[in-house]
C-alpha cells in the first residue's frame, strides 16, 4: 500500500464514530497551503489509531503519514465508480525544531558566531610575526 506525508494546520478533530461493534473511525481534515488554494484534505482513523488525534485541535500544525487506498464498486445502474481514501498511520506536531530544544542541562543551544562577534581592527595586529 503506498503512504503520503501531509503537512499543514489542522481544521477539523473528528468524534469518534462506533460504526458497528468491531469498527469504529476517526476524521482528521488537514488544511494544506502549498498550492493557489487552501486544499483541506481528509484523512480517516480507524480502531485503535483514533485516539492518537486525542492532543490535537484545529490550528495544530502537524505531519501526517497516512496510506493510501482504492476501492471499486458498481451500482445498481452497472457504472462502476473508483473511490480513494487516506487511513490516518502517524502524525506528529510540528512548528519547533531540534536546534530549539534545550539540550540536558536545561540551557538552549548558544546561537552560531556572526560577523558582529568580531572584534574591529584598530590599525595593529597582534601577530607575532
Same mark, same amino acid.
Given at each position: =500500500? &503506498? ?14 464514530? +462506533?460504526?458497528? /461493534? ?8 488537514? *488544511? /494544506? +497551503? *502549498?498550492?493557489? #488554494? !487552501? ?7 480507524? +480502531?485503535d489509531k483514533t485516539g492518537m488525534l486525542d492532543n #490535537?485541535?484545529? %490550528?495544530?500544525?502537524?505531519?501526517? *503519514?497516512? #496510506?493510501?487506498? %482504492?476501492? /471499486? ?10 473511490? @480513494?481514501? @487516506?487511513? %490516518?498511520?502517524?502524525?506528529?506536531? *510540528?512548528?519547533?525544531? &531540534?536546534?530549539?530544544? $534545550? ?6 543551544? !548558544? $546561537? $552560531? $558566531?556572526? =560577523?558582529?562577534?568580531? !572584534? &574591529? ?9
Amino acid at each position: =500500500m &503506498a503512504s503520503v506525508t501531509i503537512n499543514g494546520t489542522i481544521k477539523l478533530v473528528g468524534k469518534t464514530q +462506533q460504526i458497528s /461493534e468491531k469498527f469504529s473511525k476517526r476524521e482528521l481534515v488537514i *488544511t /494544506e +497551503q *502549498t498550492g493557489n #488554494y !487552501p486544499e483541506h484534505i481528509p484523512i480517516e482513523f480507524v +480502531q485503535d489509531k483514533t485516539g492518537m488525534l486525542d492532543n #490535537y485541535a484545529p %490550528g495544530d500544525q502537524v505531519t501526517v *503519514t497516512a #496510506y493510501v487506498g %482504492g476501492r /471499486e464498486w458498481t451500482g445498481k445502474d452497472n457504472v462502476t465508480k473508483h473511490f @480513494l481514501s @487516506l487511513k %490516518g498511520d502517524r502524525i506528529e506536531k *510540528t512548528g519547533t525544531t &531540534a536546534s530549539a530544544a $534545550p539540550r540536558s542541562g536545561g540551557n538552549p543551544a !548558544p $546561537p $552560531p $558566531p556572526t =560577523m558582529a562577534d568580531i !572584534p &574591529a581592527a584598530d590599525g595593529e595586529d597582534d601577530l607575532p610575526f
